[in-house]
């Protein structure tokens, strides 16, 4: 019995991976495009409102695309504290964005790994560690995820555990 379930595992663990990469974030070209135009304009400035308007649109367009939610909670919180913005209405909304995100696709390495950047600045150290660990389960050769969780490791006072990431 052990024999044969061993053997099953290989098989099984195969199709898990073809599913994860066969998967796409959205089926909309417009929405991935106003995502990635948007993600480009943050490499520059986090604050970018157009940056913000852009994975808005790609959100809109298509309401099941859990990467421009995730990105959404992330950047709604950062613009809340660096730009003074009404805090405790951009924190309803960006714990609303990041609950979309992960109920829409929790088994997503980006996902998983806003989620991980997230809820540090909520203060929700278990969670983070929690999202932050699984974006590298989900994907090992994600090095913002590696990169992000030595970071939160560092953060939480881990620091040689930061350094073994």
């Known amino acids: 019995m052990v024999e044969a379930i061993a053997a ?4 099984q663990l195969r199709k ?8 796409k974030p959205t089926d909309s070209p417009t929405a991935y495009d106003y995502a ?13 409102p157009e940056a913000f308007a852009m994975l808005g649109k790609a959100a809109e367009i298509d309401p ?5 939610h995730a990105r959404l909670g992330v950047i709604h919180y950062n613009r809340a504290l660096s730009l003074g913005n009404a805090f405790d209405e ?12 992960l109920a829409l696709d929790e088994d997503d390495s980006f996902v998983q790994r806003q989620a991980g950047t997230f809820y540090p600045l909520m203060g929700q150290h278990d969670p ?3 999202h932050s660990e699984r974006a590298i389960a989900l994907n090992p050769n994600n090095v913002e995820a590696i990169i992000g969780h030595a970071l939160l490791l560092a953060f939480l006072g881990y620091r040689k555990a930061g350094l073994d990431v």
């Open 64 to 68: 099941q695309y859990a990467h421009a």
């Open 90 to 101: 951009a924190s309803l909304t960006s714990q609303s964005y990041m609950g979309r995100a």
């Open 8 to 11: 099953a595992v290989p098989g």
């Open 36 to 48: 990635l135009r948007g993600e480009w304009l943050l490499r520059a400035d986090w604050n970018d």
């Open 16 to 23: 898990v991976q073809i599913e994860r990469a066969r998967r």
């Open 128 to 130: 983070a560690k929690y």
